[in-house]
Structure formats: structure tokens, C-alpha cells
């Protein structure tokens, strides 16, 4: 990649641990979100409430799915909670190679083969302070049936031992400072001299040789 590319950033954590409510506070962020790029994932599965296809995810068909993996269109997917996942190369590669970010919302497995492809991609995983708070968030979010909230929260344990792979860590207890770990995360990385050739260069030009 070259050193004008854009960053590419995943954030996982089990179901209700909050990634949903930490990137949208990322993405409103004024300094942040409008040169931030959130890659809308296709899944099968159905939309819940107030999701909004092409907002959240591109809710497709297990058909129109395959169709897109057989032409070789994501850059990774997965089966999670039943359903297929999975990113396409459209949302993300050519926006990289423009210098823009950008942000996937993906799971453990996707993020294992993002990796392999794109070895400089940072991997920030978000965990809950608890058990019972992890209950409690899937619980008042009320958006998933008691047989769906079992399943995840049973699958969650797994999802969170695979933390040792990521290269962050943040525990979403009070979600100001969660906000506030992220944006600095995401700050950081802009602030990489690699990143900033180009304007230190030009800096460096105005003074004389
Ligand atoms: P995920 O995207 O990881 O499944 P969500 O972002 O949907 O999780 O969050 C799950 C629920 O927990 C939502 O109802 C959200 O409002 C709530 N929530 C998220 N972060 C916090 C926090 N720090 N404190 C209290 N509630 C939170
Ligand atoms: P949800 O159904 O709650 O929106 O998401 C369930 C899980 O699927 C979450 O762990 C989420 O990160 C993951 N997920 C969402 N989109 C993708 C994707 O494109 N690829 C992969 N591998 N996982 C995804």
C-alpha cells in the first residue's frame, strides 16, 4: 500500500458489548466521521426495528449472497449466529487506495482473514465489564428474541478469548471514556509520520536548502 493510503480499522466484540453505539459516536464526531468511510456489510439476515437497508447492512438473499462471493466480491466473510456476513471489496479497497479510512464493523473470523490480506489493518476489540452487564445491554436494547439473546450471549466467552489477535482493547463500561479511547486510537494513527509524508515534505521544502 502506499504511504498516502488510507487506514483500515475493525472493531469487533460479542453481540451488545456496544461497537454499534461507539462508531456511531465516532461517525457524528465532527472532527472524525466526515472523513471516515463505515463499511455497510451485506448479510442475510432480517433487518431488526429501525434498520435501514443500505444504512446498516445490504439485507440480501442467501442467493444474492453466493452470487457475490462466486464473483469473488468480498474481501471477507463468515457465518455468525446463523447468518452470513460479509464485507465487499466495493465499500473498501478503491476508498484505501484514495487515502480515505475506513471503518469495518466485522467479527473475529472476518477479522482473521482482513488480516491476512491487509497486514497493516488495526484490530480494536470491544469488551462489556461484564457478564450480567452484557445480559442487561442485550436485554434493554429489546431487539432481539429470548432465543437469539441466548445464542449470542452462549457464543460471547468464545468471541472474547480471541482477544489476544487484537491489537486494542477497550472495555465499554462508561461509554464517554469508550468514546473517548477510540477517537484517540483513530487519532493516533493519523498522526503517523508514514502517514504524513507528503505534508512533511511539504514543510520541509519551505525551509532553505
Ligand atoms: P453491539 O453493536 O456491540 O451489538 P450496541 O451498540 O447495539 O451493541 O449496544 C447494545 C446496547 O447497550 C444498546 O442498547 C446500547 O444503547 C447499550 N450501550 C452501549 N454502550 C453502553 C454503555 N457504555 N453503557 C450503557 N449502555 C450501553
Ligand atoms: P448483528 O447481527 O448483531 O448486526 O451482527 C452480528 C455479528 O456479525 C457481529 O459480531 C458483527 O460484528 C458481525 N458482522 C457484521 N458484519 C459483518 C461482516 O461483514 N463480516 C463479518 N465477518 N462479520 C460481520
Known amino acids: 500500500m502506499s504511504a498516502t493510503a488510507g487506514d483500515l480499522f475493525i472493531v469487533s466484540s460479542p453481540s451488545g458489548a456496544g461497537k454499534t453505539t461507539l462508531i456511531r459516536r465516532i461517525l457524528d464526531d465532527p472532527g472524525l466521521g466526515p472523513t471516515l468511510h463505515f463499511s455497510v456489510s451485506h448479510t442475510t439476515r432480517a433487518p431488526r426495528g429501525s434498520e435501514v437497508h443500505g444504512r446498516e447492512y445490504y439485507f440480501v438473499t442467501p442467493e444474492e449472497f453466493r452470487e457475490l462471493e462466486e464473483r469473488d466480491g468480498f474481501l471477507e466473510s463468515a457465518e455468525v449466529h446463523g447468518h452470513r456476513y460479509g464485507t465487499s471489496r466495493a465499500e473498501v479497497e478503491e476508498r484505501l487506495a484514495r487515502g480515505i479510512d475506513v471503518l469495518l464493523d466485522i467479527d473475529v473470523q472476518g ?53 489476544g489477535e487484537y491489537d486494542y482493547a477497550i472495555i465499554n463500561d462508561s461509554l464517554e471514556s469508550a468514546v473517548d479511547e477510540l477517537r484517540s486510537i483513530l487519532v493516533a494513527r493519523r498522526a503517523r509520520a508514514r502517514r504524513r509524508r507528503e505534508r512533511l515534505e511539504a514543510i520541509l521544502r519551505t525551509f532553505p536548502a
Open 111 to 163: 477479522a482473521r482473514q482482513v488480516r491476512s490480506r491487509i497486514p497493516d489493518v488495526v484490530k480494536i476489540f470491544v469488551f462489556p465489564p461484564s457478564r450480567p452487564v452484557l445480559e442487561e445491554r442485550l436485554r434493554a436494547r429489546a431487539q432481539d428474541a429470548p432465543d437469539v439473546i441466548a445464542r449470542r450471549l452462549s457464543a460471547a466467552a468464545r468471541e472474547m478469548g480471541e482477544f
